[in-house]
């Protein structure tokens, strides 16, 4: 089952590689690429560089496409080119994640319009502004609704991945995964430790 | 303060994006860089592709000097041109932390001798095999010995980094950076969760 990851400048690195440690693992299962709009050499702040193929590159249906958040977030939600072929592949794909702020992007699709979402809870206020539509949740950790997972800040990407995992796979087996990288998981996506102010 | 990162194939995602969220975020302390031996493309069995300058190419002296595990460390514990490599680094860090197995990269060198040092849970009895003059803990979630650092399993690097930074700049510093990335610490440090059955 193919996953792919859709990275920009300026993307926060647990974001992206916390479900890619949970995915990446299981290689009787998954099999993951790193796109972005351009393809090439896609860099952040903490000093990561990724190679990249471009979105359009990507052939047949995805098991999961990946949107991760990060400052990054803030500049490509005015990305119309971005923004659409975020929308194509979406549909394409049998589950959507997004991390953090990364729903901020998928928000601007309009794909999540009536659907559950939540996002980083430090950056909340600014996720919300991005569509009055979506039915914003700032207690969950992770939320699930139809075939979109959006997870809060950095670290809660884990917890959703696992939490994908354990709809799938069942829960004893998430908990193995969990165990295996040594994952205090929160298992209750309701329940976030880090709950916003908004 | 600059920070190095050593990459070898199959190393472990979490093993070095777990720290890098936590230092890299510091922009305003910290500098990450990635090496390995010949420099180039470095890959994960995880689908991580990350390009590295050489650890020849490393000039003047590193704050921090980062070790990860992952499958590859079995095959580069007998790669005697990177454990001596590996041993010059940690001579002219000012830190070393390794993070999984990588602690049994370090205790090849034999810096580690005399030293307490702990690894992932799972692979506990294997990175023992490595050493029998290293005083190997299997309840910690990480250790700390003089400039050493090493910690537990995948995760276990996010609570050794966030523990690295409580030691230098206070709890509260500490627990801050834990909260912007919404990660709950375990602040113990010898108390693991995923206590080695060895």
């Known amino acids: 089952m193919n996953i792919a990851v859709v990275l920009f400048d300026d993307f926060e690195t647990l974001d992206v590689f916390g479900p ?13 690429k790193f796109y972005s709009q351009h393809g090439g050499e896609i860099k952040n702040r903490h000093g990561v560089s990724i190679i990249t193929e471009r ?10 496409f990946i949107i991760p958040g990060g400052y990054g977030t803030r ?12 929308k194509e592949l979406s549909l394409c794909s049998k589950f959507v994640m997004t991390v953090c702020t990364g729903s901020a992007l998928l928000a601007r699709t309009g794909l999540l ?9 430090r ?9 009055e539509k979506v039915i914003w949740d700032n207690k969950a950790r992770w939320t699930t609704d139809e075939k979109y997972y959006t997870s809060s800040g950095v670290s809660a990407g884990i917890d959703m991945s696992l939490g994908f995992l354990s709809d799938r796979f069942g829960i004893e087996f998430a908990r193995q995964v969990a165990d295996e990288i040594e994952y205090i998981w929160t298992e209750d996506k309701d329940n976030d430790t880090f709950t916003a102010q908004v």
């Open 55 to 64: 979105l359009d590159e990507i052939n047949g249906d995805l098991e999961i």
């Open 113 to 121: 319009d009536g659907k559950q979402a939540t996002s980083n809870k």
């Open 20 to 32: 890619v440690e949970v995915f990446g693992r299981l290689t009787d299962k998954y099999s993951i």
């Open 123 to 131: 950056a909340f206020a600014w996720a919300k502004t991005n569509s």
């Open 75 to 86: 500049k490509e939600v005015y990305n119309i080119m971005l923004i659409d072929k975020i």
